[in-house]
C-alpha cells in the first residue's frame, strides 16, 4: 500500500520561507512521479509542482522563482522548499504520488493530473499573512 505523510505546515508572514516535506513509501521501486498540490478556501485543488524519477521540476507559472520541489531517493522523501511567500500561497498542500507522469506541458502550460493517483497525503495548512 502506498502511504504518503508529510509535514511543515504553519503560519508565515509575507516574504517568509517554509520547507514541506513527504514521507513517501510502499512502492517497489519508487514512483514514477511525485508533487505537490494546494487546495485554498473555497477553490478548487490545484498542481503546484512535480518532479519526476529523472529530477526533472515542473512548476505552475505562480510559484517558478520561488518554490523548489526536491526529493531524497535514499530516503523517499519529497520536499517543496517556498521562499518569498505570498498571501495569495495560503492554502492546504498535499503531496501526490503516481506510476505515471503527474504533470505534462500542453502549449507551454504546465498540466498536472488530479484524477486517479496512487496515493495522496493527508494535507498541511500553510497560512501566510502579517
Known amino acids: 500500500e502506498v502511504q504518503l505523510l508529510h509535514s511543515g505546515g504553519c503560519s508565515v508572514q509575507p516574504g517568509g520561507s517554509l520547507t514541506l516535506s513527504c514521507a513517501v513509501s510502499?512502492?517497489?521501486?519508487?514512483?514514477?512521479?511525485i508533487a505537490w498540490y494546494r487546495q485554498a478556501s473555497g477553490k478548487e485543488r490545484g498542481g503546484v509542482a512535480s518532479?519526476?524519477?529523472?529530477?526533472?521540476?515542473t512548476y505552475r507559472e505562480s510559484v517558478k522563482g520561488r518554490f523548489t520541489i526536491s526529493q531524497d531517493k535514499v530516503k523517499n522523501i519529497l520536499y517543496l522548499q517556498m521562499d518569498n511567500l505570498k498571501t495569495e500561497d495560503s492554502a492546504e498542500y498535499f503531496c501526490?504520488?503516481?506510476?505515471?507522469?503527474?504533470?505534462?506541458?500542453?502549449?507551454?502550460?504546465?498540466?498536472?493530473?488530479?484524477?486517479?493517483?496512487?496515493?495522496w497525503g493527508q494535507g498541511t495548512l500553510v497560512t501566510v499573512s502579517s
Open positions: 501526490a504520488a503516481d506510476s505515471r507522469p503527474i504533470s505534462s506541458v500542453v502549449a507551454g502550460t504546465p498540466v498536472f493530473t488530479k484524477n486517479g493517483l496512487d496515493a
Open positions: 510502499g512502492y517497489r521501486t519508487g514512483p514514477n512521479s
Open positions: 518532479i519526476d524519477r529523472a529530477g526533472k521540476p
